[in-house]
């Protein structure tokens, strides 16, 4: 695939992620996608979500946690097969009505025309929401 293809693929990832559409995204990894998330442990979403069918866990600890007030993908980097996305994001949690707005990275690899690898990375802010 091309850059330009793996960029519009993210894209598409995120449109689905704004209306919840799991599916639509897990459809388009690969079994044994490597997909981790560095943040404090008190994020419900941090650590290894890795292979196709733990994924819908990393988006049900979002979803459970959070309610999503902003979700800005900004920048798109592309080489090869690497993708790498800018953005923020901005939640109010659940738990402690706190609320952050962040800015985070992502990085995204591609392989047979699928997502091979996710890393998220964000702003240290988003686990002090949580505290």
């Known amino acids: 695939m091309s850059e330009q293809q793996n960029i519009k693929t993210i894209q598409e990832v995120y449109a689905a992620f704004g209306r919840g559409d799991v599916a639509f995204i897990v459809q388009r990894l690969t079994d044994d996608v490597g997909w981790v998330s560095h943040?404090?442990?008190?994020?419900?979403?941090?650590?290894?979500?890795?292979?196709?069918?733990?994924?819908?866990?990393?988006?049900?600890?979002?979803?459970?946690?959070?309610?999503?007030?902003?979700?800005e993908p900004r920048e798109w980097i592309a080489q090869g097969d690497t993708v790498v996305s800018l953005g923020e994001f901005g939640c109010?949690?659940?738990?402690?009505?706190?609320?952050?707005?962040?800015?985070?990275?992502?990085?995204?690899?591609?392989?047979?025309?699928?997502?091979?690898?996710?890393?998220?990375?964000?702003?240290?802010?988003?686990?002090?929401?949580?505290?």
Not at 41 to 57: L, N, T
């Open 39 to 71: 943040f404090d442990a008190i994020v419900p979403w941090s650590g290894d979500f890795s292979g196709k069918a733990r994924v819908p866990q990393f988006f049900e600890a979002i979803f459970g946690s959070v309610d999503v007030e902003a979700f």
């Open 92 to 131: 109010r949690v659940r738990a402690t009505g706190k609320t952050a707005r962040t800015r985070w990275a992502f990085i995204w690899k591609f392989g047979d025309g699928k997502i091979c690898s996710y890393e998220q990375f964000h702003d240290p802010a988003l686990a002090v929401a949580f505290q």
